[in-house]
């Protein structure tokens, strides 16, 4: 390969490379590891491999413009990027590549969309730790992350007033003792919890606005 031109068009790294022959493709230069393309100019000739090696980085590319698409709606977990992008028929190689530079500016990050789904999850659901902790394990977030974002969750959102609506809510649809008990553990909730909240709902009456 011969490059025709080669240019920087953004702050973000990447570069305009037009061939001799063929199209014009972007690289940038956390998917190089023997080229510099600062050092490129007009008339360089790129050999056999160190070419195979430019052109991966140029589908490198292509994959990072289309997760960058994903993320620029929400948040994404890697496990469900990943996925997203195997079904647009990029290769795995590529994806991975593309994903570590992502997370290494933070534009990915698992943490984080666990926290976007938690207080997303909430509005719609009355859930308890077990529940959440399985649910985050289920989209591909590690334990120990899942584990971080549920302990900021519930700092913010006491798992007990969860657990008080939770139980108003299955005892208004009708059901009955043992139905309820298992619904409410089935939810993530411990026994323990369980216990008090209906201990305190069943002996004050009290009635939990459920939002």
Not at 15 to 38: D, T
Request: overall charge neutral; charged content about 30%; some cysteine.
């Amino acid at each position: 390969m011969i490059i025709n031109s080669i240019s920087q068009i953004s702050l973000s790294g990447l570069y305009r490379i037009r061939p001799e022959n063929g199209s014009v493709f972007y690289a940038r230069q956390e998917y190089l590891s023997s080229i510099i393309l600062s050092e490129l100019s007009a008339g360089t000739e790129i050999d056999e491999e160190n070419e195979e090696e430019l052109l991966d980085a140029g589908l490198c590319v292509a994959v990072e413009l289309k997760a960058c698409d994903y993320l620029s709606r929400a948040e994404q977990s890697r496990f469900g990027l990943t996925q997203k992008l195997v079904k647009k028929s990029f290769q795995k190689k590529y994806i991975n590549m593309v994903l570590d530079y992502l997370e290494s500016k933070d534009y990915l990050n698992d943490l984080r969309f666990s926290t976007a789904w938690l207080n997303t999850r909430k509005i719609n659901h009355y859930e308890g730790r077990t529940k959440l902790l399985a649910e985050l394990r289920n989209r591909g977030i590690c334990e120990k992350t899942a584990s971080k974002a549920l302990d900021d969750f519930f700092i913010l959102n006491d798992e007990f007033e969860i657990c008080k609506k939770a139980y108003q809510k299955h005892k208004k649809n009708g059901k009955t003792e043992d139905k309820l008990m298992q619904a409410m553990f089935k939810s993530g909730f411990s026994h323990k919890l369980v216990l008090k909240a209906k201990e305190e709902l069943e002996s004050s009456f009290v009635s939990i606005p459920i939002v």
